[in-house]
């Protein structure tokens, strides 16, 4: 776990604590923020940690089957069942469970997880007797739950008794001061992966593009974009002089068809307002349609850097521009210094 920022330091010190207390955590986060290190953590450092640690993706498998992974079974007890299998609450038996996307559990396995946190005990299918466990249960999401129990897809009782403690991750935009220190450390292992001597370092460019970047995959993504980065520029004495964070941009990426289902991804950004004046059709003919364009992004420009004040960065991120996309409109329109 890497970092300094104020808001992760104050998550990792609030799992540090909850780690010795022998009591279910939920973890909230957006996918990329490292849901599975804080589990992880608050196993480590409880009383728990030289017991097993044992993870189910809920979301990976049918729903069907969730029953017979997280509770056991006995031969016969469905097809295919020819002889009898502990769950996963048995194998963790005196240590952790870690259930990811929890919020996707069946009701049907919501109520029967409610039984086990509630009173440490469960059933196998096919079974009528009871199996005692004693498991702490670390539950992760990046769902809503209450909002998901009010419109009837959690159970409150379950939630009730899950979220003693809530952990929740800051995503990596509101950790800006975290992003070099990551991305040098993902470059440095990577840069060992390619056998380089050593990491010669980001351009300035680069580190400000990193900055300027939304990240909505977060630490995740982040990785994922420097080891592109480093694989891709494959000079190891010259300073990383080039970030793609999109893999998929290609001047031959296929366009979907109007209407179809993969149209989605590919939608046009959300222009900023500037106010019924500017969306209203032009009173008078245009002439110079480039003139009519340029004098547009100007004011898209303008109205852009006033709602951010003025920070290139976050008025980069806005638009969804790059800070050097950025910074080389304004200078076209004569804004750098305003």
């Keep these: 776990m890497i970092g300094s920022s104020f808001s992760f330091l104050d998550v990792v010190e609030q799992a540090s604590a909850a780690a010795a207390l022998n009591r279910p955590v939920l973890v909230i986060g957006e996918r990329g923020t490292g849901k599975e290190l804080i589990a992880d953590r608050l196993h480590r450092l409880s009383p728990r940690w030289s017991q097993p640690l044992i993870s189910l993706n809920c979301a990976a498998l049918p729903e069907n089957l969730i029953d017979a992974e997280l509770f056991g079974y006995e031969a016969g007890a469905f097809t295919g069942a020819q002889r009898a299998r ?18 996707t559990l069946s009701s049907q396995a919501q109520e029967r997880l409610l039984r086990v946190v509630e009173y ?8 009528n007797k009871t199996v005692r466990v004693d498991v702490r249960l670390v539950g992760a999401t990046n769902e809503d739950l209450p909002a998901m129990v009010e419109r009837g897809r959690f159970r409150a009782d379950l939630l009730d008794r899950l979220s003693f403690e809530v952990i929740t991750l800051p995503p990596l935009r509101e950790r800006a001061e975290d992003i070099e220190l990551l991305a040098t450390h993902f470059a440095r292992r990577m840069a060992a992966e390619l056998n380089w001597p050593r990491f010669p370092g980001f351009a300035p460019r680069v580190l400000e593009q990193m900055l300027a970047w939304h990240w909505p995959g977060n630490v995740r993504e982040l990785k994922n974009v420097v080891e592109r980065a480093l694989y891709r520029w494959g000079d190891a004495e010259r300073p990383v002089g080039q970030l793609v964070i999109d893999p998929f941009e290609s001047p031959w990426r296929p366009t979907p068809m109007p209407g179809s289902v993969a149209a989605a991804p590919f939608a046009p950004a959300v222009v900023p307002s500037l106010g019924p004046a500017a969306a209203a059709t032009p009173a008078e003919p245009v002439s110079d349609l480039r003139a009519a364009v340029a004098a547009y992004e100007k004011q898209l420009l303008e109205a852009a850097l006033e709602r951010n004040r003025h920070n290139q960065r976050r008025t980069a991120a806005a638009l969804g521009l790059s800070y050097d996309q950025l910074r080389h409109a304004l200078k076209r329109h004569g804004l750098m210094g305003e």
């Design 86 to 103: 502990a769950g996963r609450f048995e194998d963790a038996d005196g240590g952790t469970l870690f259930l990811d996307e929890i919020g």
């Design 120 to 127: 440490g005990e469960l059933s196998r299918l096919g079974s």
